[in-house]
């Protein structure tokens, strides 16, 4: 089991070898989306052995798998495997345009490998300091991704999502400090005071003054990874630089990474704190939604616009947790599942776009239904989905979060639906005008057939998007109230 | 009570380690202090690594007063990485290289800014309350101190816009953390101090990476394609 655990992040971690064997562009990205592959497969098997015989725990709590991390395990596998495969085309299309040169190629499928290999280990340990210590790696690894193309905005923009980044994760420090603090009285050793199990074992005797202070400022610092308003933002600015793969990558699992160690803290707060802890998630979470909605209503650079989008998923993610209840967790889960393959879909989506139509600007593009059906249509399809609107996946876990919410406050589930209409209207308003009318004429060499590699993780988003819409499996769900059992 | 309990309190503000220890960490409130009133990069990077060496000293302290080889091991680590590597490689990769002498991207006025300083000092003394902590710790004056190191160094980010500024600014508030983490949890498990430190010098090797490349390409960028991201 240890070793079948491990494997989850080394397969992915092995993939920064492939540069060593000389391959070029389309081994590289195959070397990544077999690391994605493997580690969705071996995420599978530990689901279904935590699944059978509960939490696993090795290496005195170093290494902790229950239901909770393998279902964020599963949706980060599932992110890794798609814009894995994304990125086969991406650095063909990269090569042989030659924006990137061979180092640059072998620089992004290294930081790639250890930016999916050290988000994946975050979640499998149940040492908080270790936890922090993966997340900031993680968020290292992937501010190079942001900085490959090595423009001046690119640059800039790394640089402002490595300062912003590394000061909120270093409130997430404290926070984790604090919380080792709050144990001292409690017979436990010292590493046992940093191990989520035994913490949330004895959460009820922690002393609450300084655990409140470690919540505010676990909220805070990983709510900057989050991308929680107001500390969301280097998120717009990184999410458009980056190359789109990485996007896809920083949007829907980075974010879900952060948005886990939230929910450990919360679930150590949550007995001494009680309703606390859901206002305080509540407060980062309407503030979230309401600038990404906002932001979404201006036009410009469409990856912005999906940036937006992300910050106000993650809000509606918080507030969900901030209803809590069976029903906020649930819906808060099945939101974060939903939302990870829709938005990973919609930035590969828009990597085909900026590498076709070679602009990030949503009024530059005009009729891709027409000049490249696939990547128009899951443009299409894809917005719809993100917005939440039936019969995808988002539409359902938005409506379980909605009836959730009437459980506690309807006048703040009146404001969130009030709210959710003004995204939908302004994402969309966007998109549709990218996706229909007529298109400019563009030369020969850019009208290249969509590539099988690319074609692949778009088709499979948007049918996985429609299935949770229509249908959720029996595994997952007992996935789900498993996770929301394992924090209660 | 815990053995860990009463190993901590063997570092209570009487005893001579105590004493050293609150030392350090007023020593380190100043250097911090020093480098918000200064406008030279040079000076910067010399009030960080003598805070850094401070801190190294207050590691051994700790590790003195409650025998933990760890804190031994991460003061020596202290002294040469942030006490001397760092400072060097920032001298030599940014400030030589890229000629950096006065800093003139300050949005506030010196003054002004120690004033702000001052008042998250004082805020930072009536946030942490003897009662926000457990046990009436030991070593009291540090767990504020270290807060207000914290809050100087997110100064230091806020009011200076150049990277080199918000770098050391980042690093000033990194060595907050790590006094109050000396103090606070003395007995954290070493493989996490040493990740923490390993992230540390990961993350400042990328910044100088960043810092030179921005500092490259600025040269030659039209301002509208810099003005792209300020929306």
């Known amino acids: 089991m240890t070793a079948l ?5 080394v397969l992915p971690l092995l993939a920064a070898l492939a540069p060593l064997t000389g391959v070029r562009a389309p081994g590289l990205g195959i070397a990544v989306s077999a690391g994605g592959i493997g580690a969705l497969a071996c995420a599978i098997a530990v689901t279904v052995d935590v699944g059978s015989h509960g939490a696993y725990s090795a290496f005195s709590g170093f290494l902790y798998v229950d239901a909770l991390s393998t279902f964020f395990t599963i949706t980060v596998a599932i992110v890794v495997t798609l814009a894995g495969i994304g990125s086969i085309a991406y650095l063909k299309t990269e090569e042989r345009r030659a924006e990137l040169d061979l180092l640059q190629l072998r620089l992004y499928a290294i930081f790639f490998a250890l930016f999916a290999g050290l988000m994946l280990a975050s979640l499998e340990t149940g040492n908080l300091g270790l936890l922090w210590v993966l997340i900031e790696a ?26 912003i980044s590394s000061f909120g994760v270093t409130m997430a420090l404290v926070a984790t400090l604090f919380l080792y603090y709050s144990a001292t009285s409690l017979a436990l050793s010292p590493n046992q005071r940093l191990t989520w199990p035994a913490l949330f074992a004895h959460a009820h005797l922690l002393h609450t003054d300084s655990l409140r202070l470690a919540f505010l400022l676990a909220v805070i610092g990983y709510g900057t990874k989050v991308g929680l308003a107001p500390m969301h933002t280097w998120l717009p600015d990184a999410h458009s630089e980056a190359p789109s793969p990485a996007s896809a990558m920083l949007s829907a699992a980075l974010l879900n990474t952060g948005m886990y160690a939230i929910i450990r803290f919360q679930a150590v707060a949550l007995p001494e704190l009680g ?33 937006y989008s992300s910050v106000e998923h993650m809000g509606i993610i918080s507030v969900a947790l901030g209803f809590g209840g069976v029903l906020g967790v649930y819906g808060a889960l099945l939101h974060t599942l939903n939302h990870a393959i829709g938005k990973c879909v919609l930035f590969l989506t828009s990597s085909e776009l900026v590498q ?7 009024g530059e593009v005009h009729g891709a239904l027409r000049a490249a059906p696939l990547v128009g249509g899951v443009l299409l399809l894809g917005s719809l989905a993100i917005v939440g609107s039936p019969p995808f996946g988002l539409f359902l876990s938005e409506f379980t979060i909605v009836r959730a919410g009437f459980h506690g406050s309807s006048l703040l589930t009146f404001i969130l639906l009030a709210l959710l209409v003004l995204a939908f209207i302004a994402f969309v308003r966007s998109t549709a005008g990218m996706a229909t009318g007529e298109p400019q004429p563009v030369d020969s060499e850019t009208t290249a057939a969509t590539s099988a590699a690319s074609a692949i993780p778009l088709v499979a988003g948007i049918a996985g998007l429609l299935v949770l819409g229509l249908w959720i499996p029996g595994g997952l769900n007992d996935l789900i109230l ?6 209660r | 009570m815990t053995p860990v309990l009463a190993q901590i309190e063997s570092l209570s503000a009487a005893s001579t380690s105590g004493v050293l220890l609150d030392l350090s960490a007023v020593l380190m409130l100043l250097c911090a202090f020093a480098c918000l009133g200064s406008k030279l990069f040079d000076r910067y990077v010399t009030y960080y690594a003598l805070q850094s060496i401070v801190l190294a000293f207050a590691a051994a302290v700790v590790g003195h007063a409650l025998n933990q080889p760890d804190l031994w091991v991460l003061a020596v680590a202290t002294l040469l990485i942030k006490g001397i590597a760092i400072p060097l490689a920032t001298r030599r990769f940014l400030l030589d290289r890229l000629d950096l002498r006065r800093d003139v991207a300050i949005s506030t006025g010196l003054s002004t800014s120690l004033i702000i300083g001052a008042a998250l000092t004082a805020f930072a ?6 009662g926000t902590l457990p046990h009436a710790l030991v070593a009291s004056a540090v767990v504020p101190i270290s807060t207000a190191i914290i809050l100087l160094g997110g100064l230091c980010m806020v009011v200076r816009r150049h990277t080199i500024a918000q770098l050391i600014g980042w690093l000033i508030l990194e060595n907050g953390v790590f006094l109050g983490a000396i103090t606070l949890t003395a007995t954290f498990p070493f493989i996490v101090e040493a990740g923490i430190f390993l992230d540390l010098v990961a993350a400042v090797l990328i910044m100088i990476t960043f810092v030179s490349g921005l500092a490259n390409r600025l040269a030659t960028a039209s301002a509208p394609e810099l003005r792209g991201l300020r929306h």
Do not use: C, D, Q
């Not at chain 1, 992937?142 to 999502?161: D, I, P, Q």
């Not at chain 1, 909605?293 to 940036?307: E, I």
């Not at chain 1, 498993?482 to 924090?487: E, K, L, M, R, W």
């Open chain 1, 5 to 9: 655990v491990l494997l989850v992040p």
């Open chain 1, 275 to 307: 309703r606390y802890t859901n206002r305080v998630l509540l407060v980062f979470g309407f503030a979230s939604i309401v600038i990404g909605a906002l932001f979404m209503v201006r036009r410009g650079n469409f990856k912005r616009l999906f940036a």
């Open chain 1, 138 to 163: 993680s968020t290292l690894a992937s501010a190079v991704l942001v900085g490959l193309e090595a423009k001046a905005r690119s640059l800039e923009a790394a640089w402002k999502y490595i300062i």
């Open chain 1, 356 to 362: 076709r139509w070679r602009t990030r600007e949503t």
């Open chain 2, 125 to 130: 003394y009536l946030a942490i309350r003897p």
């Open chain 1, 482 to 487: 498993h996770s929301i059992g394992a924090i």
